[in-house]
């Protein structure tokens, strides 16, 4: 792919590469305390919450699986960008407001404050385990991506060298820059992604064989219906009930309760950066499905008029998009590998700060050393940096194929589905109900893998010689309602086990949740009710999706509208409101929901 290049697009790909190391690497050389290395000196504006937050979720393994996924099943992987959307509002109004009363460095931090250090232990633990699995893929999905990057080259990149190659460069930035070496770079990866995803994305869209996103839509109509939003239940990939199930869980874990992405809220200035940062992120988020996913789906046909069906693995659609529709020597092929190899490595090392956060805080600070400087904290936190580099490299090479061909954003989800929910459930009962139980709490968070391992027993030994649900779920269990089930499950367990012991036991204080749900409550409900109607509409094939979809966004507005009229809204214009931006993005979200059906 290297040898693409012609002499504009190295220029451009280097001066970025090195822009970004410049400046990353520039607050390496300030004087840094515990805060300013973890949480870079809580002082983050609301531009560069959303650049973290969005140059941390668009990593390697997103960009290039989400396309992959496009490319081999279809649009409805948008359903990881949509979905989101929800994640984020419950952030933004109701954790956000708690998590910062708390003024703490971890989530695990905040479960000790709701529960017990047991609570906390628990969750730095299980954190740890996600991280862990979520570093090794990103050393293989980088590791390959470099080594198709660099074919041809004369500079082989072998599955070793690339692996040896990201963790040199993550030790430079964790353990050198901190927090806030991750944040500029986060923050500059977002502008170049951004750019890129759009280029690679129109000129996929302006290839013959498409002509436009509303000739995909067209073609794909004629064809394979890969532009649609909705699988079968018993899809065994995408599932619509799993959708709406198993992956809204999957999303409240990420955007709520998990240490990497809400350690970025944690650093704002204010409160109101929080919001508007991760609202920010969220408008960015919506831009994948059309320019990455969708172009994966116009790949698919691309691909088969000109290279024949089935001649393309799905991880390597990105690269093979890039190489068949991006012109060379115009610095569009070095801007959009620029970004590609940034990408590599900013989702790695910003978990590498978070990982390190947690062993500092709540390992080293809690149970070795709890006296200990700021510059001893900072120091254990970059030996596990290190530590944490080597396991993950090892394992790397030692579990990942890279030749492989399946669906690898597929898989990795799968593979961490286990840990998530339990997760979720200990986290949204401990804000919204005040007699959720501290020891019911601890019980469940270590419990959610036992379940779904002996659900997926239970599933394929026993439920699927039933032949509803064989024809409903599928011949195999999604990871999806495996996800559902933990978090069912667990809500139970953790309703049943707090009224047991809070019959011994004084109700536990809930600390600075002050935070009144009764009128979100209400709300939610209402705008429930209001898509419920346009749903039914549509059952009843009274409204198609498409003619429903723009009576359906300005419902979902009005609601927010509604909000800044109320008395005690922050008296602001419109346009410096946090909640006119979370209507926008709800109004949107839902027409994409129905548009696409």
């Known amino acids: 792919m290297i040898d693409l290049l012609g002499p504009y697009d190295y220029l451009v790909m280097i001066g970025l590469l090195l822009f970004l190391i410049i400046a990353s690497m520039y607050s390496s050389f300030k004087k840094k305390n515990s805060e300013d290395f973890f949480m870079a000196g809580r002082s983050l504006k609301w531009y560069s919450v959303a650049g973290s ?7 390697a393994q997103q960009i290039i ?4 996924v496009g490319y081999s099943i279809g649009f409805a992987q948008s359903h990881y960008e949509v979905l989101a959307i929800p994640a984020v ?14 003024q703490v460095f971890t989530l695990s931090q905040f479960l000790e404050n709701r529960y017990n250090s047991t609570a906390r232990l628990a969750y730095t633990i299980l954190m740890i385990i996600f991280i862990l699995v979520q570093l090794v893929a990103g050393f293989y999905i980088g590791s390959r991506t470099l080594g ?3 074919a041809g080259s004369g500079i082989e990149v072998t599955y070793l060298n690339g692996i040896i190659s990201i963790a040199v460069v993550t030790l430079l930035f964790s353990v050198f820059g901190g927090m806030e070496s991750v944040v500029v770079a986060d923050n500059i990866l977002t502008v170049v992604m951004v750019l890129a995803v759009l280029l690679i994305g129109t000129l996929t869209y302006a290839q013959p064989e498409i002509n436009g996103l509303s000739g995909l839509l067209k073609l794909d109509h004629a064809e394979a219906n890969k532009m649609h939003l909705y699988l079968p239940s018993n899809h065994p990939k995408l599932p619509w009930a799993g959708i709406f199930t ?12 998990n240490q990497y992405q809400v350690q970025r809220v944690l650093a704002a200035a204010t409160d109101r950066d929080a919001r508007l940062g991760t609202i920010a992120a969220g408008f960015l988020k919506l831009i994948i499905p ?42 569009f092929i070095g801007l959009i590998l620029a970004g590609l190899i940034c990408a590599i490595f900013s989702a790695i090392y910003s978990m590498m700060n978070s990982v390190s956060t947690m062993l500092s805080f709540d390992v080293y600070k809690k149970y070795i050393n709890a006296n200990a400087s700021d510059k001893q904290t900072v120091k254990f936190g970059q030996f596990f940096i290190l530590l944490m580099c080597i396991v ?23 593979q961490s589905s286990y840990l998530k929910p339990s997760l979720v459930v200990a986290f949204f009962w401990g804000v919204m109900w005040r007699k959720t139980n501290a020891k019911a709490a601890v019980i469940v968070l270590f419990s959610g893998p036992l379940i779904g391992l002996c659900f997926d027993f239970i599933y394929n030994d026993f439920l699927v010689n039933i032949d509803w649900v064989k024809d409903f779920f599928g011949e195999k269990l999604n990871f999806l309602y495996r996800v559902f089930v933990i978090a069912t499950i667990g809500s139970l367990l953790i309703f049943y086990l707090s009224k047991y012991f809070n019959k011994n036991e004084t109700v536990a204080k809930v600390h600075d949740l002050s935070v009144s749900f009764d009128g979100l409550r209400l709300r939610v409900l209402v705008f429930l009710f209001g898509q419920g109607v346009f749903i039914l509409l549509i059952l009843l094939q009274i409204l198609s999706p498409q003619t429903a979809s723009f009576p359906a966004a300005l419902v979902a507005i009005s609601f927010f509208v509604w909000q800044l009229r109320k008395p005690d809204t922050e008296k602001l214009p419109f346009y410096q409101n946090d909640i006119f931006y979370a209507g926008l993005l709800t109004s949107i979200t839902t027409w994409i929901l129905y548009y696409f059906a």
Do not use: E
């Open 53 to 59: 937050i969005f140059g941390t979720n668009i990593h």
């Open 65 to 68: 699986g989400m396309m992959g």
């Open 89 to 102: 509002l419950i952030l933004c109004y109701v954790f956000i407001p708690v998590y910062r009363k708390n």
């Open 148 to 150: 198709l990057l660099f």
């Open 246 to 257: 198993g992956l809204v869980i999957q999303h409240f874990f990420y955007w709520t309760t």
């Open 290 to 331: 059309f320019f990455s996913i969708g172009a994966g789906v116009a790949a698919f046909y691309i691909f088969r008029a000109r290279f024949g069906a089935d001649s393309i693995k799905p991880d390597d659609t990105f690269l093979t998009l890039l190489k068949t529709v991006v012109p060379s020597n115009y610095g």
């Open 392 to 414: 993950a490299s090892i394992l790397a090479f030692t579990t990942y194929n890279p030749n492989s061909s399946d669906n690898f954003f597929l898989k990795l989800a799968d």
